[in-house]
């Protein structure tokens, strides 16, 4: 082959991938331009505000400047529905959770918009564990020792929960479905503040919450103590602590955190976010930091993201189809 037809073959092989890639040479070198909004679809000081503003931080080193704007409402689809809404430039994302990308669509009666289909996946961050409370006064040290404790309760259990339809709920809900517990009654709270209050004050036997420092530290005080986590793997920060699934196997609820755009996002400014978050895979102290504040780091990028997504929903629609779970 002469060098004329190999350069001949090389121009033209250029000039095809522009043309299956068009936005390649018009976004990549030019994104972003200008500050990135993040809309977190929670109220300011939740689990959901706090993570999505570490990961704002960090990212604004590695990318540019990652501006939070919390959105809260509905469980979370306010945000959720704004963001899917806006323009797919990459100049918008959604901080989404479990919440608002696979339990509202399973458990609305009337969704009017699929988070599954309107969102590209960029990364799952971290899984905020849930974990089961007792107020120290309760016997029970295993889950079934606190199964057996309701039971045989003459009188009604009650358990707390950040509020009415969130996977903290979801959760309580599955456990006493699972486990047959008529007696165990939910009492929705605003926000995890005043549930754990009213834990350490009696006026609640049982809580789900997710675990933060805060709780591990009532915890190993002894002012209150965790029976079981909804996770699949021990927690890498509380190996010690049991978890459901040892006796109530398929029962794992994760609170897992991500960043999500538009559907109609260009593969490329997709690339763009994923490569500077998997920058953050190897930052040994920033994952420390996260472990710190009792989140287990995930960290994936956009194609491990859906795959992880995909098997989630299937498990909790598997648990919610399968207890026939209702919520007003």
């Given amino acids: 082959m002469t060098n004329r037809r190999r350069l001949l073959m090389s121009a033209c092989s250029g000039l095809l991938s522009l043309c299956a890639w068009p936005e390649l040479g018009r976004t990549k070198p030019n994104y972003p331009l200008r500050p990135i909004r993040l809309v977190v679809p929670f109220v300011p000081g939740g689990v959901v505000d706090v993570t999505a503003r ?3 931080d960090k990212m604004t080193g590695l990318l540019g400047t ?19 809404n806006a323009n797919a430039d990459g100049y918008t994302l959604l901080f989404g959770n479990t919440s608002t ?32 409370v007792v107020n120290p006064t309760v016997p029970a040290k295993r889950l ?37 517990l008529p007696h165990f009654v939910h009492v929705p709270y605003k926000g995890g503040g005043q549930s754990v209050v009213d834990l350490i004050g009696g006026h609640i036997s049982v809580l789900m919450i997710a675990i933060t420092p805060e709780i591990l530290e009532l915890h190993r005080t002894g002012k209150a103590r965790i029976i079981a986590t909804f996770n699949a793997e021990p ?53 420390k930091r996260l472990e710190d504040a009792g989140f287990e780091p995930i ?13 989630d929903y299937g498990r909790l629609a598997s648990l919610i189809h399968r207890t026939g779970l209702k919520l007003e």
């Fill in 54 to 56: 570490l990961w704002a």
């Fill in 66 to 84: 990652i501006v939070p704007e919390n959105r809260g409402g509905a469980s979370g689809m306010i945000g959720a529905r704004e963001v899917a």
């Fill in 101 to 132: 990308q696979l339990l509202q669509p399973l458990i609305a009666p009337n969704p009017d918009f699929d988070p599954r289909q309107s969102f590209a996946p960029i990364s799952i961050f971290v899984n905020s564990a849930i974990a089961i």
């Fill in 144 to 180: 079934d020792e606190l199964i057996a404790y309701i039971k045989n309760r003459s009188e009604q259990t009650t358990y707390g929960s950040p509020g009415t339809r969130t996977l903290t709920n979801v959760a309580g809900e599955l456990l006493k479905r699972l486990a047959n």
């Fill in 235 to 287: 927690l890498s920060f509380a190996p010690e602590l049991g978890r459901v699934c040892e006796y109530i196997p398929d029962l794992i609820v994760t609170l897992w955190m991500g960043v999500f755009a538009p559907a109609r996002t260009p593969t490329d400014v997709l690339a763009i976010v994923g490569g500077a978050q998997r920058k953050l895979r190897t930052d040994e102290a920033f994952k």
């Fill in 299 to 311: 960290l994936n990028g956009p194609e491990e993201a859906q795959q992880f997504l995909d098997k």
